[in-house]
């Protein structure tokens, strides 16, 4: 039987895997596993699962053979547990906190360990984090608990103090490079670049951006651009209609995007003076990004950068209130 896809450790997660099997004799009983979303995280948080319910197992790799590597890799190990957002959800209730626990205190099915996973970890609601932290100190024996987050930031101290904190690496620009080549073979190397690069160098993402055609958006979004400079539309029709997408999100990466080829063809390649107003410029993208899963007014927000993406291009431009905040935030001012 071959292993699905969700259950792949990546090449740039192997130095974390093999620190994982030299361990696992002295396995602790919470280990919080860190990362950027996008470069398979999920993928080596269940091969650490499947390595924990692995009957024939000597400690180190899965043997991929017996019934409990069977029974994860076909998601119907009773012992493995999972606690998620419900589907359509960004958050985790406390509802599902305290079934996930009923289930850690009863005994296992097998006999053995029973493994819960936990993702993400910064999806618990503030009374999901505090319902859990009772078991996340006292498991009942043979209970390993992996959690796994993209925003360790947002975390409170004392959930990450009471795990093994793991903070799994980045690709380098090559391995993710080699990677996505090899995922979406139909793709070429600049559009390979480009999707690293709006990806935020994850893989994952990339692959699924090239797979979902997100291009198309990109290249809409900068003929948008195009049709504003010369009074074609307003700004409020083009972010009604980025609204409408499936990622909106993305206008904001395409922006970063921009401003990162405008600071390194004028720094590295002298293509043009450089201007210090794009950088107060990709600062109010990064602000925005942070805000834009906070209750935000989304379109205010967009139309907030839209509007001062056009400004700069007029002489004698300074930042505007946009920069300073509270457009940004989604606030009228
Ligand atoms: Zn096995």
């Known amino acids: 039987m071959s292993e699905p896809d969700w259950l792949t450790v990546h090449p740039w997660q192997q130095p974390t895997w093999q620190n994982w099997q030299r361990q696992l004799p002295q396995v602790g009983h919470a280990y919080l596993l860190a990362g950027q979303a996008g470069t398979g995280l999920s993928g080596l948080a269940h091969r650490m699962m499947q390595s924990l319910l692995c009957q024939a197992s000597d400690g180190s790799a899965p043997c991929e053979q017996c019934?409990?590597?069977h029974a994860l890799a076909q998601q119907t190990h009773p012992d493995a547990l999972f606690l998620q957002p419900p589907e359509d959800k960004t958050v985790i209730p406390?509802?599902?906190?305290?079934?996930?626990?009923?289930?850690?205190?009863?005994?296992?099915?097998?006999?053995?360990?029973?493994?819960?996973?936990?993702?993400?970890?910064?999806?618990?609601?503030?009374?999901?984090?505090?319902?859990?932290?009772?078991?996340?100190?006292?498991?009942?024996?043979?209970?390993?608990?992996?959690?796994?987050?993209?925003?360790?930031?947002?975390l409170p101290a004392t959930l990450i103090s009471r795990c093994r904190l793991w903070t799994v690496p980045m690709p380098t620009?090559?391995?993710?490079?080699d990677w996505l080549g090899q995922a979406c073979p139909q793709a070429d190397d600049p559009l390979l670049k480009k999707a690293l690069l709006v990806n935020w160098g994850a893989p994952l993402e990339a692959q699924r951006w090239i797979d979902e055609k997100g291009f198309e958006f990109e290249a809409q979004w900068q003929s948008d651009l195009k049709a504003l400079q010369q009074?074609?539309?307003?700004?409020?029709q083009r972010v009604e209609a980025w609204l409408k997408q499936s990622e909106p999100q993305r206008v904001l990466d395409y922006f970063y995007l921009w401003t990162l080829q405008r600071i390194r063809g004028a720094c590295y390649q002298q293509k043009w003076p450089l201007d210090p107003n794009w950088f107060a410029f990709q600062k109010a993208v990064l602000q925005a990004r942070e805000y834009w899963h906070s209750n935000v007014n989304q379109a205010l927000l967009l139309e907030a950068l839209t509007h001062e993406w056009l400004a700069h291009l007029t002489p004698g431009y300074v930042p505007h209130e946009a920069l300073k905040g509270r457009l940004i935030r989604g606030q009228a001012i």
């Open 67 to 69: 019934a409990g590597c």
């Open 94 to 154: 406390i509802d599902a906190v305290r079934a996930f626990s009923d289930k850690v205190y009863t005994t296992s099915h097998q006999g053995g360990r029973k493994v819960g996973l936990i993702a993400p970890a910064e999806a618990l609601s503030e009374s999901a984090f505090n319902a859990l932290l009772k078991t996340l100190e006292e498991p009942p024996p043979g209970t390993i608990l992996i959690l796994l987050t993209h925003a360790p930031s947002r």
């Open 173 to 177: 620009r090559k391995e993710a490079l």
């Open 231 to 236: 009074n074609q539309q307003t700004v409020t």
